[in-house]
C-alpha cells in the first residue's frame, strides 16, 4: 500500500482492448500485482487496476481497465472508453483471427476515444513461439501503417509486460504531462 498518503500528479486511464482469450487479464495481473493464472476465468463484470510509479519525477497513477467479457464486436460500451488517454490492442500471436481483428478493434476505439491516444498494439503469449500464427513483420507493418507503438509480450513469462506499459504511460506522459 506504497501510495497511501502520496501526492498523485496524474492519472492516466489505459483501456485494454482485444479478442477474449488474448491475455489481456493476465497482462494486466502481471503488470499491476506480478501475479499470472493459468485458468483464469473470463473477467466478469467492470474491472479497473491501478499502479501508481514515478515518471520524471511525477507521480502517475495508471487507472487501467479490463473488459467486462464484453469483447464481442460493439459491446463495449462507450463508457469504457471514456476519459482514455492510452489503450493496448491486444491480439494472441498463436491465433490469427485475434490478429485479424485488431483492424475493426482500432476501428472501434478511434470511433469512441480521443484523437490523441496513445495506443500500443500487443502480440501476447510470445513464449508459445512453436505455434505462432503471426509473424512480426506482419504486425510491424500493420503498427506502421496506423501509426502505433508495437511489442510482443508474455504474461506468463513476464517478457515485455513492464516494458510496454511503462513505454505506454510515458508516451502518454509526453503528451500530457
Ligand atoms: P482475456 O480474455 O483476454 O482477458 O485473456 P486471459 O488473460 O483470461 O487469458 C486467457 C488464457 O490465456 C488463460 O488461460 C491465460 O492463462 C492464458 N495466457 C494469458 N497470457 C498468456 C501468455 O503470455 N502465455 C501463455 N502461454 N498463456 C497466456
Ligand atoms: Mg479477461
Not at 90 to 109: C, G, I, N, P
Not at 118 to 126: A, Q, S, T
Not at 136 to 160: G, K, P, W, Y
Amino acid at each position: 500500500y506504497g501510495d497511501y498518503n502520496q501526492k498523485i500528479d496524474y492519472v492516466f486511464k489505459i483501456v485494454l482492448i482485444g479478442d477474449s482469450a488474448v491475455g489481456k487479464s493476465q497482462l494486466l495481473a502481471r503488470f499491476a500485482r506480478n501475479e499470472f493464472n493459468l485458468d483464469s476465468k473470463a473477467t466478469i463484470g467492470v474491472e479497473f487496476q491501478t499502479k501508481t510509479l514515478i515518471i520524471d519525477n511525477k507521480t502517475v497513477k495508471a487507472q487501467i481497465w479490463d473488459t467486462a467479457g464484453q469483447e464481442r464486436y460493439r459491446a463495449v460500451t462507450s463508457a469504457y472508453y471514456r476519459g482514455a488517454v492510452g489503450a493496448m490492442l491486444v491480439y494472441d500471436l498463436t491465433k490469427r483471427q485475434s490478429f485479424d481483428h485488431m483492424a475493426r478493434w482500432l476501428e472501434e476505439l478511434r470511433g469512441h476515444a480521443d484523437k490523441n491516444i496513445v495506443i500500443m498494439l500487443i502480440g501476447n503469449k510470445c513464449d508459445l513461439g512453436s505455434l505462432r500464427a503471426v509473424p512480426i513483420e506482419d504486425a510491424q507493418e500493420f503498427a506502421e501503417r496506423e501509426n502505433l507503438f508495437f511489442m510482443e509480450t508474455s504474461a506468463l513469462e513476464s517478457t515485455n509486460v513492464e516494458t510496454a506499459f511503462m513505454s505506454l504511460l510515458k508516451e502518454i506522459y509526453q503528451i500530457v504531462g
